[in-house]
């Protein structure tokens, strides 16, 4: 037994989120799919990493390291997407409260803030996030290619803003400009103070 582990089941979505403001119901109903499919592939990976004899061949370390790969993409996929869905259904714009503080401190202003989280969407193939890194003590926007790539250790995602096609061409085709700032529009930053205050993260 190389490891143990406990399932876990898909966190369920907010009413709010087939509600929001011109991302449709069918996008997110779509969208949770591929989440949900990030958490069976979790549980799955994880239960063949159990079964993996590590006192046999060398054969087993691709084994293992195939497993793991996929292992982060997987868990990174459920995190991002918790983050995502549990941050939607908001009104959006200027962010109040430490969160505000902090961006204002960190960027210079709201708008600088958004318009480099713009440049940072526009620029990732799959993800942008504001985060609060610890050993910075600050916020910065950091830019991801897929579920996996490229986390920051010791950082702490406040804002994940999910730039794969999948999260808006039903309703904005490749207008990703538009889904964006539809995205900024639906945010919830009373969500987004509570993980502030949950994390103890200071202005
Ligand atoms: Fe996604």
Do not use: C
């Amino acid at each position: 037994m190389a490891t143990t582990f406990e399932e876990i089941t898909a966190r369920e979505l907010k009413p709010a989120l087939f509600e929001l403001d011109g991302i449709s119901r069918e996008t997110i109903e779509a969208h949770y799919k591929l989440y949900q499919g990030y958490v069976n592939k979790r549980n799955e990976i994880l239960g063949k990493l159990g079964g993996v004899d590590l006192a046999s061949a060398n054969q087993v370390y691709s084994d293992v390291r195939a497993l793991k790969v996929e292992l982060s993409f997987a868990i990174g996929g459920i995190k991002n997407h918790e983050i995502y869905f549990e941050h939607l259904g908001g009104s959006g714009g200027d962010p109040a409260g430490v969160f505000g503080d902090l961006v204002k401190r960190d960027f210079g202003s709201v708008g600088d803030w958004k318009a480099d989280l713009k440049a940072t969407g526009m620029g990732g193939r799959g993800w942008a996030w504001t985060a609060y890194d610890w050993d910075e003590g600050r916020l910065f926007n950091y830019i991801g290619d897929a579920q996996n790539s490229y986390p920051i250790w010791n950082a702490t995602p406040l804002v994940a803003l999910d730039v794969y096609e999948h999260a808006y061409f039903i309703d904005f085709g490749t207008d990703r400009a538009a889904y964006i700032e539809k995205f900024l529009d639906n945010l919830d930053y009373d969500v987004v103070n509570d993980w502030v205050q949950k994390y103890g993260i200071r202005a």
